[in-house]
């Protein structure tokens, strides 16, 4: 019994162009060529798989050898018909040329061309995957394919047409097959369901025809193979996706929702349970992507094109819906980022579980997530706290050492012959002449922060990428001025990491960002005996210098002369020296603080991938 048995794709192949699913735009064409007897030398179809370009190709042959022909309407039942839906090589002669790609097998076909048909008007040659063909075997079909004898055409089919050499693509006329629309192939589908008499759900078919990626052939391969669950219960999608190896929608929802929830320790439980249902990382990771991209398209487009663009049913749009305002569009996108970084990374992993559990828990911990409308109340309210001045303030912020000659002592000052409302009126306007002719310093364009572990966090906190930021918190900054930017690994995979991609970019941009400029110049390298004294050398180079007063200074008044006397500057310069000894001691602890910090990180990452330091 199994000797008879006919695949179905081979038992419900069409057999005339009304038959052939789709490619209406073909039909049409070679319908009329056939009604006109414009009948080309060569043709060429283009395409994906299962699209129909081999039975197109035998159809054709047939209307043109029918007994009847040429028609479009081939009887099927003459000889030629009959040799032709049995694949008997007489006058229509099928070769594969990944099988026969070599010049002797061209000139072998040559050869033959000059014999006559036996039973229909036309020797038709089906050349198969053509673009197989070397040059050399392209080059001796070349001035046959041109000038044909009269009674001989050639049909080449071809997946990768930009592999056949132009100048036979010239000689040909082209068809290109599109792929078939997901409606088509699951209305063919139930087609063959209900004369097979196979139990399947609406839902598996549509599963069945998204799987195929257009190809009819794929889908009707699949329902054969479901085709024996049909005998004794109704197929599902769900068996639909245990075949295809899939995660089922409800799975993937269940695993989103603590991807959005934040919810690592749940996320994880979910995950092991995919997994051990047989399910391989990459597997995985690409479903997920999948998942999020859907959730992406029914975030921003209309609801009439969700089941189009998807390939999903009603209640799975539904789901999505429900899901869409959990998160924003940047967030999805940047989900989708994560998750095919990941997927590269399990692709070149030898432990890819591992990487697996990794990739779920650097999603559902992504800080990133935070809503734009939580930034905007951050925001408000920090300016809510902090109001920006309205107007310039007399003194510049960034530079506490500078005082104005006017403090709140003025008021003090008095003069007994005046009443106390006059004379605190004639101090304020005092105190405002002196405030509008002072001009303050201007403004550097170092960041505050006099150590090198303060401007090392304000570097990394303009790192954008997180796995950039990562590695750079394994590293030691040795020098972060405005003049150039040193940092050193001990590891020399990882200093070559850093020169050899693009994260090198990343912590020029983050540098030029920081100190307001362009072109900063980089240095990654790994540690050498001299990194204390230019860390010393760069660090003196931050402490904060007293600015100068403006050269026109307005006229001394009394309150200022009165200021002048007091020995209050003489004290500050004093108390600035005596604290310079405590502010290099903090310094050096909090280097010696920073490199503790660095060294356990490290330790951290060690223990984690039981990792060793290679010198």
């Known amino acids: 019994m199994s000797g008879n048995y006919i695949p179905l794709y081979r038992k419900y192949r069409p057999q005339t162009l009304e038959q052939l699913v789709g490619q209406e735009h073909i039909k049409k064409t070679l319908t009329s060529a056939i009604?006109?007897?414009?009948?080309?030398?060569?043709?060429?179809?283009?395409?994906?798989?299962?699209?129909?370009?081999?039975?197109?190709?035998?159809?054709?042959?047939?209307?043109?050898?029918?007994?009847?022909?040429?028609?479009?309407?081939?009887?099927?039942?003459?000889?030629?018909?009959?040799?032709?839906?049995?694949?008997?090589?007489?006058?229509?002669?099928?070769?594969?040329?990944?099988?026969?790609?070599?010049?002797e097998d061209t000139q072998n076909i040559l050869e033959k061309i000059q014999y006559v048909p036996v039973h229909g008007k036309y020797k038709i040659y089906i050349i198969d995957e053509v673009h197989m063909l070397t040059n050399h075997a392209f080059n001796a079909l070349l001035k046959t394919l041109e000038e044909p004898p009269e009674n001989v055409i050639f049909i080449?089919?071809?997946?990768?047409?930009?592999?056949?050499?132009?100048?036979?693509?010239?000689?040909?006329?082209?068809?290109?097959?599109?792929?078939?629309t997901t409606d088509d192939i699951v209305k063919h589908l139930r087609y063959i369901s209900d004369q097979e008499k196979i139990n399947i759900t609406d839902d598996a078919l549509f599963t069945i025809a998204k799987n195929s990626a257009g190809g009819m052939r794929d889908s009707i391969s699949l329902l054969d193979q479901l085709s024996i669950l049909g005998m004794s219960k109704e197929i599902t999608s769900d068996d639909v996706n245990t075949i295809l190896g899939r995660i089922s929608f409800d799975s993937l929802n269940r695993l989103s929702e603590k991807i959005i929830a934040s919810s690592p320790n749940e996320a994880i439980e979910i995950l092991n349970d995919i997994y051990n249902a047989g399910n391989e990382p990459l597997q995985i990771l690409t479903n997920l992507s999948e998942y999020f991209k859907n959730l992406l398209i029914v975030k921003n487009c209309r609801k009439e094109l969700l089941i189009e663009l998807t390939g999903l049913n009603e209640p799975q749009i539904e789901a999505l819906v429900k899901q869409k305002d959990s998160?924003?569009?940047?967030?999805?996108?940047?989900?989708?980022?994560?998750?095919?970084?990941?997927?590269?990374?399990?692709?070149?992993?030898?432990?890819?579980?591992?990487?697996?559990?990794?990739?779920?828990?650097?999603?559902a911990n992504m800080n990133e997530n935070s809503s734009l409308l939580d930034l905007q109340n951050r925001i408000k309210a920090l300016e809510e706290e902090n109001p920006l001045p309205t107007k310039r303030p007399a003194i510049s912020a960034t530079h506490p050492a500078v005082q104005p000659p006017v403090q709140p002592k003025q008021e003090t000052v008095t003069d007994n012959t005046a009443p106390d409302i006059n004379t605190s009126t004639a101090a304020k306007e005092q105190q405002q002449e002196i405030q509008e002719e002072f001009t303050p310093p201007p403004i550097s364009k170092k960041p505050d922060g006099n150590d090198i572990n303060t401007l090392w966090q304000s570097l990394l906190m303009n790192i954008k990428s997180p796995s950039t930021k990562a590695l750079l918190n394994l590293a030691t900054p040795v020098k972060i001025t405005a003049e150039g930017v040193i940092i050193t690994f001990k590891n020399e995979k990882l200093v070559s990491q850093i020169n050899d991609t693009n994260k090198k970019q990343m912590i020029i941009d983050a540098a030029n960002t920081m100190f307001n400029q362009t072109g900063t110049n980089v240095l990654v390298r790994m540690p050498q005996g001299a990194d204390k004294e230019?860390?010393?050398?760069?660090?003196?180079?931050?402490?904060?210098?007293?600015?100068?007063?403006?050269?026109?200074?307005?006229?001394?008044?009394?309150?200022?002369?009165?200021?002048?006397?007091?020995?209050?500057?003489?004290?500050?310069?004093?108390?600035?020296?005596?604290?310079q000894p405590e502010e290099s001691v903090t310094q050096q602890e909090a280097s010696k603080k920073q490199e503790r910090i660095e060294t356990d990180q490290e330790k951290m990452v060690l223990d984690l991938f039981d990792g060793k330091y290679i010198e």
Request: proline share 6%; aromatic share 6%.
């Open 35 to 103: 009604e006109l007897g414009k009948i080309a030398h060569a043709f060429l179809f283009t395409g994906p798989r299962g699209t129909g370009k081999t039975s197109t190709a035998r159809i054709l042959a047939k209307s043109l050898n029918c007994k009847n022909g040429p028609t479009i309407h081939p009887c099927g039942e003459c000889e030629s018909c009959l040799d032709i839906t049995n694949s008997i090589p007489i006058d229509v002669i099928e070769i594969d040329a990944a099988s026969n790609r070599k010049v």
């Open 156 to 180: 080449l089919a071809t997946t990768e047409v930009h592999k056949v050499l132009d100048t036979i693509k010239s000689r040909c006329q082209r068809f290109d097959f599109r792929r078939i």
């Open 327 to 363: 998160l924003e569009t940047h967030q999805i996108v940047f989900l989708l980022e994560r998750i095919t970084y990941y997927i590269k990374e399990v692709k070149l992993a030898s432990n890819q579980h591992l990487w697996l559990e990794v990739s779920l828990i650097d999603l």
């Open 534 to 579: 230019i860390t010393a050398q760069s660090e003196s180079k931050k402490k904060p210098e007293p600015v100068e007063p403006p050269k026109t200074e307005p006229k001394p008044t009394k309150i200022e002369e009165q200021l002048a006397e007091e020995p209050l500057i003489q004290e500050n310069k004093q108390s600035q020296d005596s604290f």
